[in-house]
Structures are given as C-alpha cells and as structure tokens.
C-alpha cells in the first residue's frame, strides 16, 4: 500500500497563487503518473495536471498556461504551482499516482481544500 500525503491549499483571492504539494510514503514502479486531479461541489472530478516519471505532462483544459506541475522521483513528490487563480478554481483538490497501464495500481490522497474567493 501506498499512501499520498498532500499539503498546501487554503483560501486565496482571485488572481493570486498557491502551492501544493504530495508526497507517496515509498517508490513504486517507474512507469507511473503521479499528479492532481479536483472535484468541485455538484461535480464531476477532472484532471489537473499529471506527470509520467519519464517525463510526460498532461494538463486539464482549463489550467494549461496557468498551473505548472513538476516531480522529483527520487524524493517521490509532485508539485503543483497554482497562479492567476480563479474562483471556479474553488475545489478540493486530490493527489493521484496511478500506473500508466490502465487497471494497474491507483492510489488517491484523501484531499486538499482550495477555495479562491472573487
């Protein structure tokens, strides 16, 4: 079992940036994505932004320009650097790491409030 620890998040006005951050307690197979996904009131979750140990990033529509994801895998961590944040923005926000094979391993953070204020 993997467990993902997130920190980061809070309150913060339109326009501004956060970070946050995730971090797996072991190393797991390389071949993995590891990132953000969030799920506002009412709605469906949805990619943020998720990065492949090798490198690969894919970003959610409405983020790309204005999120930037980064990784460290020797440390097992995931940073996302929230700017120019809107209040749709407003979610709670889940680190993922999933295996890049679909039904392989996936393992969910238990979540981190943002919550951008107009």
């Known amino acids: 079992q993997v467990q993902l620890v997130e920190s980061g998040g809070g309150l913060v006005q339109a326009g501004g940036s956060l970070r946050l951050s995730c971090a797996a307690s072991r190393s797991i197979s390389s071949s993995n994505y590891m990132g953000w996904y969030r799920q506002a009131p009412g709605k469906q979750r949805e990619l943020v932004a998720e990065m492949a140990a090798a490198g690969r990033i894919n970003y959610g529509d409405s983020v790309e320009g204005r999120f930037t994801i980064s990784r460290d895998n020797a440390k097992n961590t995931v940073v996302l650097k929230m700017n120019s944040l809107k209040p749709e923005d407003t979610a709670v926000y889940f680190c993922?790491?999933?295996?890049?094979?679909?039904?392989?391993?996936?393992?969910w953070g238990q979540g981190t409030q943002v919550t951008v204020s107009s």
């Open positions: 993922r790491l999933r295996d890049v094979m679909e039904g392989g391993f996936d393992y």
